[in-house]
Structures are given as structure tokens and as C-alpha cells.
């Protein structure tokens, strides 16, 4: 019993150090981890520097060795200090974790695909956890609820911004023709939507007086359309009730963004605290 209670200790106390950022002892495991990530992804850069990567190929994969073995140790610390390992392995942070560790190891049987660590780079993600902007976590649901709402006005208004650079990309295939560039009509809704988005890449322009002001009128619109999605995801935020998260971790399933106060996990319902 007594040895039951201290294996649990101690996989809480691992647990509090890998996943939780209240902490003193969290917070510093996952400033050291984005160090490591941050120093791993400079690594990649100056080795796909030719001068840099011929001249110190050996010490720079000796470096990345070290840090992808450090990863995988993190990697398997995270399985062990979960109860429900499986939630942690196929969540979003479980398979960015993996993904990023495997590619040097791949780099030893297949070749070009070292490169691949860049993946590191989303771990960056836990930034938010470091730093402890709680409300961030907050405001991000909020906003992913408030995107999910107004997907069926978005789209209505995706496929009614489609059918304008149709209809004037016709017509300035039309106006146009081939001699100004407008070679075909899918060429020209290509520089419809360009020049809607505001974008103006320039490789094609329309040259007679008719299509210049037809094109001075799609920009401006493309101004006008640009604020009616931002409208749209405001009025949906504005219904919102916000709630405050936190960055505390289930010990059970992984589960983040917890309410403050909240006693038990939303995902699985066990207590967040044993």
C-alpha cells in the first residue's frame, strides 16, 4: 500500500513538472524545453548553410543528437506521468511531440529527411503555457466557438466573393482579350481574385480606359469585402459568454484550458488535484 501511494506521489510530481506551469519547478522544465526547441531549429538553419553546414557537420549533428535524445526522454516522461497515456499520444501536442523526435532518427535510414525536426517550431505553442496568459487560452476558445457559429454565413459570403471574380474575370476577358494579357477566362479570374484580395502581384494589367476603371472599382470593393467577415466573427464574439481558463492539466487525460476553480476535468471528470 504504502509503496502503491508512493509510486502515485511521485507520478504526481512528475506530472506537476511536465505539464503544469503554476509551478516554479513547470515553468522552468518548459522554459528549458523551448530553449532546447528553439536551439534545435537554429541547428537545422545554419546546417542548410552550406559554408556552415560543410565546415561544422560534425558538431552540429552531434548537437542535434543530444537534443533529439533529450526530446525522446521528455517524450516518454510525458507517458509515464499520465494516467491515460493513449490521450496524451494521439493528442494534438502528443503527436506534434512525436513527430518532431522521430525525424532524426528516420535521417539515419532515409535520407533528406532531417530537415523534418523544423516541426519543431509548433511546439512553440507552449509559450502560452510558460508565460501563463491564461486569459489567452480563454480568448482562443472564444473565438473558435465564435468561428464555428459563423461558418454558414462565411461560406455564403466565400462563394459569393467566387461568383464576383467569375463574373468579372468574364468580363475583362472579354473587354481585354489576349493582347492585354487576359488569355483566358480562368486567367482572367486569377487576376480578378488578385486584384479583389488587394494582392496586386502586376503580371497582368488591364491597358484600355474601360478595363482600368473596372479594375479601379474591384479594388475598392476588395476594401469593403475585406471588413464583412470581421463583422461577421464580431457579432459572434459579442454573444459569446466568456469564460476565464487556466493552464492547468488533467493528471488523468491531458485535458488543458480548465476553468478557474474547476474541481474536476471537463473531459473525463476525475479531480484535476488527488
Keep these: 500500500m504504502a509503496e502503491n501511494q508512493s509510486k502515485l506521489n511521485w507520478k504526481r510530481q512528475l506530472h506537476e513538472i511536465i505539464y503544469e506551469a503554476d509551478t516554479p519547478a513547470g515553468k522552468l522544465f518548459d522554459v528549458i524545453l523551448l530553449i532546447a526547441i528553439i536551439v ?22 552531434i548537437a542535434e543528437w543530444i537534443i533529439t535524445i533529450l526530446f ?63 486569459r489567452f487560452i480563454g480568448e482562443s476558445e472564444h473565438l473558435a466557438k465564435a468561428l464555428k457559429a459563423s461558418r454558414a454565413r462565411i461560406s455564403v459570403f466565400l462563394f459569393f466573393v467566387l461568383i464576383i471574380c467569375i463574373i468579372l474575370g468574364s468580363v475583362m476577358y472579354l473587354i481585354e482579350g489576349s493582347e492585354n494579357g487576359f488569355t483566358s477566362i480562368p486567367r482572367s479570374v486569377y ?23 473596372i479594375a479601379s472599382a474591384i479594388m475598392i470593393l476588395g476594401y469593403a469585402i475585406i471588413a464583412i467577415p470581421t463583422g461577421i466573427i464580431s457579432s459572434e464574439i459579442a454573444k459569446e459568454d466568456k469564460v476565464n481558463l487556466n493552464t492547468q492539466s488533467c493528471p488523468h487525460c491531458a485535458t488543458e484550458g480548465h476553468v478557474d476553480g474547476a474541481i474536476f476535468c471537463h473531459h473525463c471528470g476525475n479531480k484535476l488535484n488527488e
Excluded at 40 to 61: C, D, F, R
Excluded at 202 to 212: H, L, Y
Design 40 to 61: 534545435s531549429i537554429a541547428l537545422v538553419m545554419l546546417e542548410s548553410v552550406n559554408p556552415i553546414g560543410e565546415q561544422y557537420k560534425t558538431e552540429l549533428n
Design 72 to 134: 525522446t526522454l521528455e517524450y516518454i516522461l510525458r507517458i509515464i506521468s499520465i494516467s491515460k497515456p493513449k490521450k496524451y499520444i494521439f493528442s494534438f501536442y502528443g503527436l506534434i511531440d512525436f513527430l518532431s523526435t522521430i525525424p532524426k532518427y528516420l535521417s539515419v535510414i532515409f535520407t533528406g529527411t532531417h530537415s523534418l525536426v523544423a516541426l519543431r517550431a509548433l511546439r512553440l505553442l507552449r509559450v502560452f503555457r510558460i508565460l501563463k496568459l491564461g
Design 191 to 213: 487576376w480578378a481574385i488578385v486584384t479583389l484580395t488587394t494582392v496586386g502581384y502586376g503580371d497582368i494589367a488591364p491597358a484600355t480606359p474601360i478595363g482600368q476603371f
